[in-house]
């Protein structure tokens, strides 16, 4: 058999786990309907709540390139080495079809988010796992270790469903991820939405095909109280109440105040008139930015009038743009100081130039005329 490394190990020595019994529990007719139409409101309802999202805030640079605490590589590494024994465990009793249980695929959410820098993604992830945390407490109220005769084996289900929690709370508590407000339940309702998709679409779908009761998919549990075939329909309502009362009770015993991303949402206003807000303040701040341009040019063009002023009380007079001769026409021979340009053509030179009108060459010296004082 191809699937035989995943599913060949999978026996009916543990109640409900396969088998007809199992597969007879209810019609394949009424898991698909209830999967189609469940899958649907899902859908519908997380649409709905992500309309509602307020933005994601980040930290700043500096916490963002923060190093790796360590405690969060102790917790990264035992997370990792635990999952990876697992599935060894699952590769030799050739059961790797129960790593599509969701406390697997939550392992494999909280080691990404340990590994990564903090970001946008991982505080989504880290939201809509924070509730998936009935998993970890179910499993140490209903724990199911029949299966697990390998030595080390029903350890690993101990610690990786202990640190299912711990690791959510060391999080809270170092503050490398922000949950949303206390009062704010639209992740509350993405995250379990998520969770109920999965189960009755991926779990539901491989369920059916090997007939193996993936996380009680096909068949209740011998310890569910809720037996009969309405058990999923009483399982969608109650862990739709345990999820958002796990979650808000984790963050109220162990979140510190910059764990919360505190709502700017004022009473009564919606999130499109906060949107519409923002944009609106954004249009100013634009329009703004040009003025103050305007003001700072201006700035410059007053001081540079200013020492244009200056200059042109030590300039010669002039008339009509020209420099000003005397009436009884004796040539000027001032040149600028600057000048290396010789001129043998009468020539007027601008204000700005600093020069008197030239008659002798470039090269000629001024000589100051004396007076002989007795």
């Known amino acids: 058999m ?18 007809p019994e199992c597969e007879n529990y209810m019609t394949n007719r009424r898991r698909i309907i209830e999967a189609i139409l469940f899958c649907l409101v899902f859908i519908c309802v997380i649409r709905w709540a992500i309309k509602r999202l307020e933005p994601i805030q980040l930290p700043d640079a500096k916490e963002l390139n923060k190093p790796h605490s360590g405690m969060r590589i102790a917790l ?22 129960f790593v599509l249980n969701p406390c697997h695929i939550q392992t494999l959410v909280q080691i990404y988010i340990l590994a990564a820098k903090p970001s946008r993604t991982t505080t989504a992830l880290f ?11 179910l499993a140490y109220i209903f724990p199911e270790v029949e299966c697990r ?8 289900y101990w610690i990786q469903h202990a640190l299912l929690y711990i690791i959510p709370v060391y999080i809270l508590r170092s503050g490398l991820c ?11 309702i993405i995250g379990v939405e998520f969770q109920l998709i999965y189960h009755f679409s991926v779990l539901n779908i491989f369920s059916m095909y090997t007939g193996i009761n993936l996380n009680h998919m096909l068949c209740a549990a011998e310890s569910d109280p809720f037996q009969g075939q309405n058990y999923r329909i009483v399982a969608v309502i109650h862990e739709s ?3 958002p009362i796990l979650n808000k009770l984790t963050v109220y015993l162990f979140a510190k105040p910059q764990s919360i991303q505190y709502s700017t949402k004022r009473k009564g206003a919606s999130v499109s008139t906060m949107r519409s807000q923002q944009q609106h303040y954004e249009q100013l701040t634009l329009q703004s930015s040009p003025s103050s341009l305007s003001s700072s040019s201006s700035s410059t063009a ?11 009380q030590h300039k010669p007079p002039t008339t009509c743009n020209k420099l000003y001769m005397p009436e009884d026409g004796a040539p000027s021979q001032l040149i600028h100081r600057n000048s290396r340009e010789q001129s043998t053509s009468s020539k007027y030179l601008q204000d700005d ?20 004082i007795d």
């Open 302 to 312: 007053t001081r540079k009038v200013s020492q244009t002023q200056k200059l042109q």
């Open 241 to 243: 109440i345990l999820c």
């Open 149 to 156: 005769t390998l030595p080390f084996e029903q350890a690993t």
């Open 76 to 97: 990264l590494l035992t997370m990792t080495l635990i999952f990876g024994i697992e599935m060894g465990f699952k590769l030799a009793n050739r059961s790797v079809i």
């Open 2 to 19: 191809v699937w035989d490394w995943a599913v060949g190990g999978v026996t009916e020595e543990v109640p409900r786990t396969m088998g």
């Open 178 to 188: 922000q949950v949303e407000d206390f009062r704010d339940f639209n992740w509350v």
């Open 353 to 372: 130039d600093f020069m008197l009108e030239q008659e002798a060459p470039a090269s000629a010296e001024y000589r100051m005329p004396t007076t002989k």
């Open 127 to 137: 939201r809509i796992q924070m509730n998936n945390l009935n998993g970890a407490f």
